[in-house]
Each structure stands twice: as C-alpha cells, then as structure tokens.
C-alpha cells in the first residue's frame, strides 16, 4: 500500500501563490508516475500536472506557464508550485501516484482563491 498525504493549501487572493506537497509512505517502490489532480464544486475531477520517474511532465492547458510540477524520487515527494492564481483554480487538490498500474490518491487539500 501507497499512503500519500498533501500539504500546503489554504486560501490566497488572485494573483497569488501556494505551494503544495504531498509525501508517498508505505511501500513506495517502484512509484512511477505521481501528480495532481483536483475537482472543484460540482465538477469532474480533472488533471493538472503529471510528472515520471524520470522528469517527463505532463501540465492542464488551463494551468500551463503558471503551474510547475516537480519531484523528489529519493524521497518519494512531488510539489506542485502555483502561481497567477485565479478563482477559477477553487478545488481540492489531490496528489496521486501510480504504482503496477493501480492509482493512489491522497485525502486532497483544498485551495481557495479569492477575487
């Protein structure tokens, strides 16, 4: 089993920036692919940002040249750095981790921004 745990939200005016973190415990060998995902009020959950083992990132259009996505494979952490906030990035955002195939999700964190 894949615990993952985030950290880091909270509320923030437009324009301003959070960085959020999330910790893979457990039995984490053999992690591939982690990101984050979020789901706002009555919406889909959708994705944001993916990142590989070996640094291939994948970022929502929606967030792209504002959102960064980085990892630490010796440590089993991913963070996600968010800048230009809008209102519209309101949600939960849950880290996630793919290991043989099955996805993990953490508990999500919740990130408000305020106009």
């Known amino acids: 089993q894949v615990r993952l745990v985030e950290s880091g939200g909270g509320l923030v005016q437009a324009g301003g920036s959070l960085r959020l973190s999330c910790a893979a415990s457990?039995?984490?060998?053999?992690?591939?692919?982690m990101g984050w995902y979020r789901q706002a009020p009555g919406k889909q959950r959708e994705p944001v940002a993916t990142i590989t083992t070996g640094g291939s990132t994948n970022v929502a259009d929606s967030v792209k040249g504002r959102f960064t996505i980085s990892r630490d494979n010796a440590k089993n952490t991913v963070t996600l750095q968010m800048n230009s906030l809008k209102p519209e990035d309101t949600a939960v955002y849950y880290c996630t981790a793919n290991q043989y195939l099955r996805n993990y999700w953490g508990p999500g964190t919740q990130v408000t921004v305020s106009s």
């Open positions: 457990g039995m984490t060998f053999a992690i591939n692919t």
